[in-house]
């Protein structure tokens, strides 16, 4: 397949799926086996891409950044609560992430894993929305503490691929009592600092290939995969908490149910 067209589609994909409870990085993966490619050659080019999905947010949330930033200047105490419980559920991720990167790593190589923790995270959506109360709309400033802590744990399930890092934050927000487009956009909010790191590691990890030249894969396939998963996800955050708030989750959770166990007789009969 041409590199421009997989570079396209592979942005698409991330773009798709970042934000949804579907797992960004299980999609990427099953990519890499239905269309073929080597992927060694793109792991880079799909840790960089996710920048783009970052941008989507900061994009999307500008005035609330800009707001939060105004207000730790003025020592605002909404403004500090904000940041707390951003760190706090940052914390858990970042310190495990470093322990086990080995382990998940060597996770990231089995297709497998990804179908199974689709269908099973499916199954835990539908148990969750099926007991998750209806909360009144509160800021990420106003979430106690104990919350935004439990969600950063929650987010932890993530380092097994085809989990969800979001579907993990939003359940885990949900579980706690957290109103369902509060969990949305508090997993938007964290992805930046969780996504930020991730990446910030796997460069550094790779620096020689970047340094020289031998990373597999151009910086043109780079930029557009880049562009390409920032317009996709900004699209996808702007129609995803607009649906969720009225309708839940549970579509995602089928598809996930559905996508996994079609992946795993697929796999099978290769």
């Given at each position: 397949m041409?590199?421009?067209?997989?570079?396209?589609l592979l942005g698409i994909v991330e773009g798709l799926t970042e934000f949804l409870p579907v797992s960004s990085t299980g999609h990427l993966i099953l990519a890499t086996e239905l269309f073929g490619y080597d992927a060694h050659q793109w792991a880079m080019f799909n840790v960089v891409i996710q920048l783009g999905a970052i941008l989507a947010v900061v994009v999307q949330y500008w005035r609330t950044f800009w707001a939060v930033g105004m207000g730790l200047l003025k020592l605002n105490p909404m403004s500090l609560r904000f940041l707390r419980n951003l760190l706090a559920a940052f914390i858990p991720s970042a310190v495990l992430g470093l322990a086990l990167k080995k382990y998940i790593?060597?996770?990231l190589g089995s297709p497998s894993v990804?179908?199974?923790?689709?269908?099973?995270?499916?199954?835990a959506i539908l148990l969750i929305e099926k007991r998750a109360r209806t909360g009144e709309l509160t800021g990420i400033g106003e979430l106690p503490l104990r919350q935004a802590l439990g969600v950063g744990l929650a987010q932890c399930l993530a380092m097994v691929p085809g989990v969800s890092r979001s579907g993990a934050t939003i359940m885990g927000a949900l579980a706690m009592g957290i109103e369902r487009r509060t969990a949305a956009e508090f997993s938007f909010f964290l992805a930046i600092p969780t996504m930020l790191g991730a990446t910030t590691l796997e460069l550094l990890d790779n620096r020689d290939a970047l340094m020289s030249g031998t990373m597999g894969v151009g910086w043109t396939e780079i930029g557009i995969g880049f562009a390409v998963s920032f317009v996709v996800a900004l699209a996808v955050i702007r129609m995803f908490v607009a649906y969720v708030s009225?309708?839940?989750?549970?579509?995602?959770?089928w598809y996930r149910i559905v996508a996994g166990a079609v992946a795993l007789v697929w796999l099978g009969m290769r």
């Open positions: 041409d590199t421009i067209v997989t570079a396209i790593d060597v996770l990804v179908c199974w923790a689709l269908i099973v995270g499916g199954i009225k309708s839940g989750f549970k579509p995602f959770a």
